[in-house]
């Protein structure tokens, strides 16, 4: 039997390896001046131009905040590809204080993104095997929708009447526990999600 001989090589992988030197990142937040700003839409993109002469032909807004702050800490980025995650632009304080074109373009895009109907009264539920189906009234109208029975990843508390309902595919509803809500609405929520 023969067996072949190598050498140990003692180099590590750390010391053979070159490294690639990043830039810094800056973690100072950018505020940026409403009126100095602007965002238009051209085809599906939503747009932004900055008063440097700086153009983003394509823009991601998200709410710092997004239950507490409608309007105001708006974080704008560039869009995340397959290879990178996008960067920060900057963070818009108050929307109210763009022009009429921008703060409508910026409005409409968030809507898209921060689609939440409103249960305003409860039609029927079922529960079976681990899962509770919902048939519901919104603002928007009649939804049916199911939820995973964990009410611990399925249900936020965001104020002290308001929660956030979360069903099997990731759609967010509103569920507000006050006045608003019928007394048979109330009861099967409590039942059933233990609010």
Known sequence: M???TKP???TTPSDTLETEEKPDQNFETNYLDPL???FRVEGENLTLALADGSYYPRVTLRRCFPFSTNGMYITIRTPDTEKERGVEIGILNRIEDLDPQSFGALNEELKLHYFVPVIKKV???KE???FINWKVITDRGEK???MRDNVISTTRQISDNRWLLIDINQARYELNMDDSLDDKSRALFV???LL
């Open 2 to 4: 023969t067996i072949a």
């Open 8 to 10: 140990f090589d003692q």
């Open 36 to 38: 100095q700003i602007k």
């Open 123 to 125: 039609l029927s539920v």
């Open 128 to 130: 079976e095997y681990g």
């Open 144 to 146: 049916e929708f199911i």
């Open 191 to 193: 039942r059933h999600l």
